[in-house]
């Protein structure tokens, strides 16, 4: 028997202006766990992609079971016995959960005996059957659309599951689960490493790393930096590795003074009777209000409707005493209000787009010339200023978005939103799927936007997060607010008391 049953050896892959893996390697054994880490942009999802066939290798070789391979693509890689589940998530809504799931592969049958055609019986029947093995209980036949993210993402970690893989790549599966989802997640792990599967664990939470793994991996600047047993390590030890210098606090010091109240919602109600109500709460100008709750709660919902992304049937949103009326978008970014949305590739960037564009789309009013021409070198001058104030890692502003890994993705948002220039702004799971040195650099520009007087909302399912970047946190519960903790007194169990007070 092998000893490993994939390896990756000298791996090198670039695109236009950036190494993006140098010499990389990775090496896994039959029936275990091994963990993939790394800050964003240090290449672990590029080397996942040339692993998949989605990417083509520079340099290297893919042994799988003891011979060397070239993977042509995602579906040479399928039959292979490899299986991925994205990070982004890249989902059909319009299509049921089982043809998601047998998605280029659906089983067939011949109409007449001459025909082929889509054998639908089976393909539900074998839904149904490989649902009730993960234990998730969807409806083969509902649209996927009509599904949560949380619930997509475990869609689609029952279909790599379907695949009957001998290889398993987990791109940060967890960034979209409940807690209770990540439990069974886990034991669908357990259930996998029994059957000798090998799995890749990509993730930016320590403690499920430390919980899950066997064996860690840790990748620098595309470069490999070392493997270790699992046991060996501590949350500091990966950190250190990770970033090359140790990270003394994780949440930087705060200078905000929060000041008179600003910014205030009244009797907020949505037009959804099973969405947020009754909504009452107000912010300071340089506040940092954290809205915590359980997945459920309607936290950014009401987000989306204080930004005019989703109606309300009544209730006031009022700047310093003033009234904002706010039926759109447009609304809002004129009345001073921004909105990071939490899934950045559905509601977030434009992903064909360069990040010049991506950056400027908000404020693209403020550089025209005459009213009716584009400015290119005042855009370009903002663009490269968001890029240094960031530290964004790219090769250059004509970059295609979609190629910056997730954490870079997030910075460029985060500019768009900040070129703007603000006076309320609206963060829903800032730091989602982001490394520790990047979310420490997110944090730092929170503090600094508050401590500019900017007024912050900032809506996170990450307690530490909650507890250790609020000056206030408000806590909801199936669409109600349910109490406020003054940042100092914030608890995981006072916080988690508040979030399960249902009627």
């Known amino acids: 028997m092998q000893e490993y049953r994939l390896e990756m050896r000298g791996v090198c892959k670039s695109f236009p202006g950036v190494k993006a893996l140098d010499h990389a390697q990775l090496r896994l054994r039959p029936g275990t766990v091994h963990a993939l880490m790394g800050e964003n942009g240090a290449g672990k999802s590029t080397l996942m992609k040339c692993m998949f066939g989605i990417y083509e290798m520079d340099e290297g070789e893919v042994i799988f079971e003891g011979k060397p391979v070239k993977l042509s693509g995602p579906l040479e890689a399928l039959e292979m016995g490899i299986a991925m589940v994205h990070q982004e998530l890249q989902p059909i809504p319009a299509r049921t959960v089982g043809e998601n799931i047998f998605l280029g592969r659906y089983p067939m049958k011949k109409l007449f005996g001459i025909i082929p055609m889509v054998d639908h019986e089976k393909m539900y029947a074998d839904t149904a059957a490989l649902l009730k093995k993960v234990r998730m209980e969807f409806d083969p036949k509902q649209p996927l659309g009509e599904l949560s993210v949380s619930q997509m993402q475990s869609v689609e970690i029952a279909k790599a599951v379907s695949a009957n893989c001998k290889v398993l790549i987990l791109d940060e599966p967890t960034s979209s689960l409940t807690q209770n989802e990540v439990e069974a997640l886990f034991r669908i792990i357990e259930d996998l490493k029994a059957e000798g599967v090998s799995i890749v664990y990509i993730s930016h939470k320590m403690d499920e790393i430390l919980r899950i793994s066997d064996e860690v991996t840790i990748m620098r600047d595309g470069q490999y930096v070392g493997t270790w047993d699992a046991k060996e390590l501590t949350t500091d030890l990966i950190i250190t590795r990770m970033v090359g210098r140790e990270l003394a606090n994780l949440f930087p010091h705060r200078e905000n003074v929060p ?81 990071l949305t939490e899934d950045r590739r559905a509601t977030g960037i434009m992903g064909v787009l360069s990040i010049a564009d991506n950056i400027s789309i908000a404020s693209l009013i403020q550089y025209l010339d005459f009213g009716v021409m584009i400015n290119d070198k005042k855009i370009e001058e903002l663009v490269q200023d968001n890029i240094k104030k960031m530290n964004t890692k790219t090769p250059s502003s004509k970059t295609q978005i979609q190629s910056l890994s997730g954490g870079n993705q997030q910075k460029v948002l985060i500019g768009r939103w900040l070129a703007n220039d603000p006076d309320v702004l609206i963060l829903d799971e800032p730091t989602r799927g982001i490394d520790v040195g990047a979310k420490y650099e997110i944090y730092t520009i929170i503090a600094e936007l508050a401590k500019q007087g900017k007024s912050i909302i900032m809506i996170s399912s990450e307690m530490a997060e909650i507890i250790g970047m609020s000056d206030r946190v408000m806590v909801m519960c199936d669409g109600r607010v349910t109490g406020f903790i003054d940042g100092k007194d914030a608890t995981q169990e006072n916080i988690m008391e508040l979030a399960t007070q249902f009627e």
Do not use: C, W
């Not at 109600?269 to 506040?287: A, C, D, L, M, Y």
């Open 259 to 339: 000041g008179e109240v600003v910014f205030e919602v009244e009797d907020f109600t949505s037009i959804n009777p099973r969405s947020f109500r009754n909504v009452n709460f107000n912010v300071r100008k340089g506040e940092i209000l954290g809205v915590a709750g359980l997945v459920g709660a309607q936290r950014t919902e009401l987000m989306e409707g204080l930004f005019g992304i989703r109606s309300h049937s009544k209730g006031t949103i009022k700047y310093q005493g003033k009234e904002m009326k706010i039926a759109r978008p447009k609304d809002a970014i004129d009345n001073g209000i921004a909105m």
